[in-house]
């Protein structure tokens, strides 16, 4: 009975200090939504947040009271040409290929040990965990993840932006989606916490010959128009990554979208790998917490 009670109190431990590690990360995820909801509540108050839209554009081009789960779908949710454009399309997605290419290297793939991602990888619907934080490791993508598992059964690493990359996590992405899971990212320790702030850090903070953050377009800028385009929401940006852009004309991971960002802030790209890069994903993941892993999807 005492070792039972001491195991309870071991647990409710560890629990309370996961809840706390996470609090502060917690507090930003709330405050994003609770800002983009009043930005996009209505056109009563859009003057305040679009100050360079016409009455006509916000009458005509917004969809207003998004909610939540909604932001899911970047400018879409809000953007209606964008919307219908994209439903169409929808209908019968260009990524299907990546997907099914996907399934055939996770079933079909040997390592020359014998071995596959099976092996790495026993559970597919994995694509709504990543990126982690491992101790000694530090954050791990899902795309440093599948390279660790080649690199450890003596395989050749891949390109971390599209290709063989690219279906396997579309087939993950897909799966997940199958399955009804959601972004489930942990912050379990003091380090994990650290590495969640210095990713926040780097998102507002301005660089580049621009001067701007990526909140400069994702979070003030959400909603306004770039040309002829609108900035999609910080609140569930990661979610639908993998994502087939019209632009790219093919499947990216957001290693390769997040090098696009650098290079339209006019800054030198952060390499896919790197532990800037991957702080920055972790930060980014967490503000898309428990929203339902929705990839891969189609962006412009």
């Given amino acids: ?57 916000l009458d005509k081009n917004f969809k207003w009271g998004i909610k939540g789960d909604e932001f899911r779908l970047g400018s879409y949710a809000f953007n209606k040409g964008g919307r219908e454009q994209y439903e169409e399309v929808i209908e019968m997605p260009p990524y299907e290929d990546a997907i099914d290419a996907g399934k055939e290297l996770y079933d079909g793939v040997k390592f020359k040990n014998g071995k596959s991602f099976k092996d790495c990888f026993p559970d597919t619907t994995i694509a709504g965990d990543y990126p982690k934080f491992v101790k000694g490791k530090g954050v791990i993508t899902l795309t440093g993840a599948i390279n660790s598992c080649l690199k450890d059964n003596g395989e050749k690493t891949w390109k971390q932006t599209k290709g063989k990359m690219a279906d396997l996590e579309a087939y993950f992405a897909f799966t997940s989606k199958e399955k009804g899971k959601k972004v489930n990212i942990i912050i379990d320790s003091k380090e994990a916490a650290e590495a969640y702030e210095r990713g926040k850090k780097e998102y507002y903070s301005q660089r580049g010959y621009l001067k701007l953050s990526c909140a400069s377009c994702h979070v003030q800028g959400a909603g306004q128009r770039v040309r002829n385009e609108y900035m999609s929401p910080l609140l569930g940006q990661t979610t639908h990554f993998p994502v087939y852009r019209l632009k790219w004309e093919g499947l990216g991971t957001l290693e390769r979208r997040l090098k696009g960002c650098n290079k339209d802030q006019g800054e030198n790209p952060h390499k896919p790998g790197s532990k800037w890069l991957n702080e920055l994903s972790y930060f980014m993941a967490y503000m898309s917490n428990g929203m339902p892993v929705d990839g891969p999807d189609i962006r412009k």
Avoid: H, W
């Fill in 1 to 57: 009975m005492k070792k039972r009670v001491v195991s309870l109190l071991i647990a409710s431990c560890a629990l309370l200090s996961a809840q706390d590690f996470s609090a502060q990360a917690n507090k930003d995820k709330e405050a994003l939504k609770e800002y983009l909801e009043k930005k996009f509540a209505d056109k009563k108050g859009a003057t305040a947040f679009f100050p360079y839209s016409t009455k006509d554009e």
